[in-house]
């Protein structure tokens, strides 16, 4: 199996999104508040070449979502920034490795964020998968009030409600196995979004964690430091504790969207290190 990390855009948020401040509503104020912006930190897709076909998790950015900074909705008005050009979305680039648009068998989204959705238009001939929960709070005005850019999925986007089962997977009490090797598995990380999920790819006695936004990067995920929007500390912490718990059992690969390091520790195979377990 080969998994490959593509850049698909550059994103700046605010520090207090990144690494949240105080708890509750305090912490989600805090972002409206910030006026301190992070680097420019990298939007990654993520492609898994299975030897049952190619799996896409999450679709990064698209450049037509550029005019969302002129969106009445005051996170996309003042608190994230993105540059994306044409040849660095999602479907460009698998077919500079070689896949064509009707190779990917699947597509898995994290969770609706416009960073992760933002690439659909290269699948319409994809069975696409998303939690059932994260479509229903995404859907119609009320996602767009809560942030969603619901309204510039293409028109064709009807994606399959993925259920996950109350199968624990390691210390993850929902899951779903993709494959039937059993060795792609969606598990729940609810936190940054209620319904978020994270895959996991067993291989050759590593397995690699492709974490979407359940932290924006390991440091945090280690120091068990939530982010400034998700909606229930407690939720979003025990989230990231389970996640260090899976770590101690086993070779893990940490791979959240935004972390800067990801792509390195993809390209190395660079486990969690144990000493900070
Ligand atoms: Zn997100």
């Not at 680039?93 to 238009?121: E, F």
Request: with cysteine.
């Amino acid at each position: 199996m080969k998994i490959h990390a593509i850049q698909t855009a550059s994103v700046r948020i605010k520090t207090a999104q990144v690494e949240g401040r105080g708890r509750g509503l305090r912490r989600r104020l805090a972002v409206l508040n910030d006026r301190q912006w992070t680097q420019w930190l990298p939007t990654y897709a993520w492609v898994i070449e299975h030897s049952k076909g190619v799996i896409v998790v999450d679709t990064g950015q698209g450049v037509h979502l550029l005019e969302s900074s002129r969106s009445l909705h005051p996170y996309h008005r003042w608190e994230v920034i993105f540059r994306v050009e044409h040849e660095e979305e999602v479907g460009p680039q698998l077919r500079a490795l070689g896949i064509g648009p009707r190779d990917t068998t699947r597509v898995v989204l994290t969770h609706l964020h416009a960073d992760h959705d933002g690439g659909l238009a290269h699948f319409p001939n994809t069975e696409i998968l998303v939690s059932r929960g994260e479509l229903e709070t995404a859907r119609g005005w009320a996602g767009r009030l809560r942030g969603y850019l619901s309204h510039r999925w293409p028109t064709w986007f009807d994606p399959i409600p993925l259920d996950l089962a109350p199968n624990a997977y390691g210390p993850f009490s929902a899951s779903k196995r993709l494959t039937a090797a059993g060795d792609v598995i969606a598990v729940a990380t609810p936190g940054h979004t209620a319904d978020h999920v994270s895959v996991v790819v067993e291989d050759q006695g590593t397995t690699y964690f492709l974490a979407g936004d359940a932290s924006y990067d390991q440091h945090l995920m280690l120091a068990g430091r939530i982010d400034g929007i998700s909606a229930d500390d407690d939720v979003a912490g025990a989230t990231l504790s389970a996640i260090r718990q899976f770590a101690r059992s086993r070779r893990v690969v940490y791979l959240p969207t935004h972390d800067p390091e990801s792509a390195a520790r993809l390209a190395g195979r660079a486990c969690v290190p144990s000493s900070h377990l």
